[in-house]
């Protein structure tokens, strides 16, 4: 034995699923309300709740690991929707800043949709999108160690 802690695969993969649906979902949805008037509220309110529950998600999702639980997807899934939180918070704070009239005023200037993207919500959601990568594939790396 070398004294590494056993890792589950399945439950890598299984967390990494949650994590990165829940979070492509929020930020669509977040687009998605940043054209209402009261949607940077929203965002903003978002934020906060899930800076709220990052840490206690975190621990949530320890303490639901361990050999007393059964087998099975069920709780990998529960510690993989304690982490969303915190893999959501990049993912909101760069939405928030975000100005309102942006992609009204790029269209405007005759920016084109891939023109946009690549030179607009790239630029803009890129790093986010990364931090929260990296804290998505950390989280099931955890989830996976903890399953093992």
């Known amino acids: 034995m070398s004294g590494l802690p056993a890792f589950s695969v399945p439950a890598l993969v299984v967390s990494l699923l949650v994590e990165s649906v829940a979070a492509g979902a929020a930020c669509g949805l977040g687009l998605l309300l940043r054209a209402r008037p009261q949607g940077r509220r929203v965002l903003s309110g978002a934020r906060i709740g899930a800076l709220a529950l990052a840490i206690p998600g975190w621990m949530g999702a320890v303490m639901l690991s361990g050999p007393w639980r059964d087998g099975g997807a069920g709780p990998v899934v529960m510690q993989a929707v304690c982490l969303v939180p915190l ?3 990049p993912l909101l704070r760069a939405l928030d800043r975000l ?3 942006l992609t009204r005023t790029a269209a405007g200037l005759g920016a084109g949709r891939m023109v946009r993207l690549r030179g607009l919500w790239l630029p803009l959601l890129g790093p986010s999108a990364l931090a929260a990568a ?12 903890l399953d093992g």
């Open 87 to 89: 893999v959501l918070l």
């Open 134 to 145: 990296v804290l998505a594939v950390a989280g099931a790396v955890m989830v996976g160690v």
């Open 99 to 101: 100005p309102p009239g």
